[in-house]
């Protein structure tokens, strides 16, 4: 196991802030976070590998790891200590600049895993672009600060509940597995951190449904009406909330998952109409 502590003493570097570089350092987390991506014998999508201890863990049970890195330094070191491990791939790259169609086809144009120590300030969008896409993804299990992991589990009437919280329990039955305290990293973050695990729920993705959702959430303030008149016009929207049963006056954070599927049905159909 690539004990990243030392490896980073050794090679005398300096953890990168901006980077949000907090390297996992505790290997029973890591065999835990492996072992809850039932890899076997499948294609993984790692995101911010570092210095590849997870890769390590995950390389061993997997068939194939694309680990995507943006930091050159890492790169270089994960290089060096991954050479012998003929099954992974580590790419140079933003992950957040990539094009579906690119990362799909890195990855080996099948249907993946996505193990990831997400760095802090991309959880949000790295999330959101797994979440709200049509890549086949098997399953997810992502590590990430626990005040972020409120934003995906958050109820409805709740001010965290967001089109984040939305999509993911449309498309993903979400769990929260362990929590990690700041001793579990090198250098310590000053906060607590969760791994959570998505699990596809079989719904088809539908673009629609996230145009929907950004357009109901778009001013929190202004009722679902006045929102969703932005999209489909002023007396249009009366008529969808008025066939969806919703009183007039209330809000995107008020509806269900259900609500929200209800209204794309009703929108789409009369848009196509």
Excluded at 34 to 40: F, I, P, S, V, Y
Excluded at 156 to 173: E, F, H, M, Q, W
Aim: net charge negative; hydrophobic share 40%; glycine share 4%.
């Amino acid at each position: 196991m690539i004990n990243s502590k030392q490896l980073i003493k050794e090679l005398g570097l300096v953890p990168n802030k901006a980077l949000g570089q907090n390297f996992l350092i505790d290997g029973s987390c890591i065999e835990r976070i492996a072992d809850l991506a039932r890899c076997e014998n499948e294609s993984v999508l790692e995101i911010g590998p570092g210095l590849g201890a997870l890769t390590d863990a995950l390389s061993v049970r997997a068939d194939r790891v694309l680990a995507v890195e943006i930091d050159a330094k890492m790169v270089e070191v994960l290089s060096s200590v991954l050479g012998e491990h003929s099954n992974v791939t580590v790419l140079h790259r933003d992950f957040l600049r990539m094009k579906e169609s690119e990362l799909f086809s890195a990855v080996g144009s099948v249907p993946f895993i996505v193990a990831a120590n997400l760095p802090y300030y991309i959880t949000t969008p790295a999330a959101m672009k797994l979440i709200d896409s049509p890549l086949p993804i098997r399953r997810m299990v992502l590590m990430m600060q626990q005040e972020a992991s409120e934003h995906f589990l958050a109820e409805p009437k709740s001010k965290l509940y967001s089109p984040l919280s939305v999509l993911c329990r449309r498309y993903y039955t979400v769990r929260r597995e362990f929590e990690l305290s700041p001793s579990c990293y090198y250098p310590e973050p000053a906060v607590q951190s969760v791994v959570l695990s998505f699990e596809p729920n079989g719904n088809e993705y539908d673009p629609a449904f996230t145009k929907l959702l950004k357009a109901c959430f778009a001013m929190r303030r202004k009722t679902l009406r006045n929102n969703l008149s932005s999209l489909v016009g002023k007396d249009f929207a009366a008529g969808v909330i008025e066939a969806a049963s919703l009183p007039p006056s209330c809000r995107a954070e008020e509806l269900s998952v259900d609500d929200f599927v209800q209204l794309n049905h009703t929108v789409s159909n009369g848009l196509n109409s």
